[in-house]
């Protein structure tokens, strides 16, 4: 399946119940991998989960095999290299669930556009159980950044993108025209009539995972000996059966054993006028790399938005703290201002009770005072008069002593 065949370059989960894998090591789903994703992966592979802020666990395993189908399509069946435009006109995304249940792991859907003739994959109804089936994979590569699967993240949120229904552009219809044309051809000229089993069967055959990071395009695919290439041929009963368990053929279907139109390889090289339309398309093309690069752009611009709010923010909450902090001791001044007010209130209170209690005192003690001054008089005069009245009883008025 395209792993490294170095020990311990795979592991397979012990008891746990959900993937966790080890450091240096990542996720992969079995149901993903018999359907051509192996890694590290494909560029345009890796450019859809970009523009759809996805990732890989988080689509399901027929999605995987829709991506495989339209890389080979394009490569063996179109002559180009699977491009952005070309997928807008044919593939928009859904989110995969109900609303009582809400999928992570296989939590987004590939879905041909309803107004899209396309090729019959014959799809399962359901794939039973693959979320129970993965192992770790260590990856090793030149460029780690560039080629390998993102780091596992069960617990990321899913968020729908705008460019979930993404449509191609009138200048991208356009360029993408002729292509649409001999797709149409591909499906409908009689007696050579292209399936999505046929083409699902000859990347199975070939042994070429459509969805790996590889050194050519399918059109260069020359055989056993193919740099490409992963394995020896599948035994007919092995390849019937695999055939079998990611379509919804049943055992008395038969199994295609070639296509009916032979795809382009190293034994049947694109001829020379699909090349220079190759060229052409390829100068007009705008495709995700561009669309990337723009997302790329506005998410920079975005984050320096953020940086620049969180420096106000940051800014403003240094100067809330200082105010909060001023206001603070401005209230404690004013309490204190007030409890010394108060004080002072308090205290010229309390002096003016006393100057009044002191006064009381001064009237009280001179009414008192007058009254003694009244009770002494008015004994002086009875005093005077009694005197008086005394000495007109006792005392003879004329009786001189008498000389002896």
């Not at 699902?200 to 695919?221: H, S």
């Not at 809330?320 to 205290?347: F, H, P, Q, T």
Request: proline residues 5%.
């Amino acid at each position: 399946m395209g792993f490294n065949k170095k020990e311990n370059s795979l592991r397979f989960p012990k008891e746990e119940s959900y993937p966790r894998p080890p450091i240096e090591y990542r996720v992969s789903f079995v149901d993903h991998l018999i359907r051509g994703l192996s890694p590290p992966i494909h560029e345009f592979l890796r450019g859809l989960l970009f523009v759809y802020g996805l990732q890989l666990h988080q689509l399901t395993p027929n999605s995987i095999l829709h991506v495989s189908i339209f890389i080979t399509l394009c490569e063996c069946f179109l002559g180009v290299q699977p491009n952005w435009a070309l997928w807008k006109r044919i593939f928009c995304l859904r989110r995969n669930g109900s609303h009582n249940v809400a999928y992570n792991i296989g939590g987004v859907v590939i879905c041909v556009r309803s107004d899209v003739e396309y090729f019959d994959v014959k799809f399962p109804d359901s794939v039973q159980g693959w979320r129970k089936r993965w192992l770790y994979v260590h990856e090793e590569s030149s460029n780690p950044v560039e080629d390998n699967i993102a780091p596992f993240d069960g617990e990321a949120k899913i968020l729908r993108r705008r460019s979930w229904d993404a449509e191609a552009t009138e200048a991208e219809k356009l360029v993408t025209k002729a292509l649409m044309t001999r797709i149409h051809e591909l499906q409908n000229t009689r007696g050579k009539e292209l399936s999505g089993i046929e083409i699902t069967a000859y990347f199975l055959r070939i042994r070429v995972q459509p969805l790996q990071a590889r050194k050519n395009p399918l059109w260069k695919y020359v055989g056993e000996k193919d740099v490409d290439r992963l394995s020896k041929d599948l035994p007919l009963k092995d390849f019937e059966k695999l055939i079998r368990r990611i379509s919804s053929l049943s055992k008395k279907d038969p199994i295609p054993s070639s296509c009916r139109i032979t795809p382009y390889s190293g034994a049947n090289p694109l001829p020379e006028p699909l090349i220079k339309e190759f060229i052409r398309f390829g100068a007009q093309f705008v495709g995700y790399r561009e669309y990337a690069s723009k997302a790329e752009e506005k998410l920079a611009e975005a984050n320096k938005r953020a940086d620049a709010l969180a420096q106000k923010l940051e800014q403003s909450e240094k100067a809330r703290k200082e105010a909060e902090a001023d206001a603070k001791k401005a209230k404690a001044d004013a309490e204190k201002a007030k409890a010394d007010a108060a004080g002072v209130e308090d205290l010229r209170k309390r002096l003016h009770d006393a100057e009044t209690a002191l006064s009381d005192k001064i009237a009280e003690q001179a009414a008192r005072e007058e009254k003694i001054l009244s009770r002494l008089e008015a004994q002086s005069r009875r005093f005077v008069r009694r005197t008086h009245q005394e000495y007109e009883v006792d005392g003879p008025v004329g009786d001189d002593d008498p000389q002896v």
